[in-house]
């Protein structure tokens, strides 16, 4: 069992950069496709970035392409969602997901399509 534990979250203003952190307990997770979702109050989960194992395959939401970089660190196994010029409308808790034997660069981006989740962490932002 992958158990996956989100950090970094906290409430900035409009403009700000946050970076949140993803570690995996249990096993590596340097072979799993990693993703990032969101939930607004109200709103469904959405997917905002994800990465194959390979590194590649990098996919953004539309609205973060731009301002929200995701990024691995396999060697530490961790990974970041590097999120800058912060805006009211990306408040939300932030999930972190891990999918492990997919084909190198493919990136799943809705919520069944992947595996293993972790608690969220909350990001707010203020105008």
């Known amino acids: 069992q992958v158990h996956l534990v989100e950090s970094g979250g906290g409430l900035v203003q409009a403009g700000d950069s946050l970076t949140l952190s993803c570690a995996p307990s249990?096993?590596?997770?340097?072979?799993?496709?990693m993703a990032w979702f969101r939930q607004a109050p109200g709103k469904e989960r959405e997917f905002v970035a994800g990465?194959?194992?390979?590194?590649?395959?990098?996919v953004y939401r539309d609205s973060v392409k731009g301002r929200f970089t995701i990024a691995r660190d396999n060697a530490k196994n961790i990974a970041y969602l590097q999120m800058a010029n912060l805006k009211p409308e990306d408040t939300a808790v932030y999930y972190c997901?891990?999918?492990?034997?997919?084909?190198?660069?493919?990136?799943?981006?809705?919520?069944?399509?992947?595996?293993?989740w972790g608690q969220g962490t909350q990001v707010t932002v203020s105008s």
């Open positions: 997901a891990a999918t492990p034997r997919l084909p190198p660069g493919v990136v799943h981006t809705t919520e069944r399509g992947n595996d293993y």
């Open positions: 990465m194959s194992w390979t590194g590649g395959g990098i």
């Open positions: 249990g096993r590596s997770v340097s072979s799993d496709t």
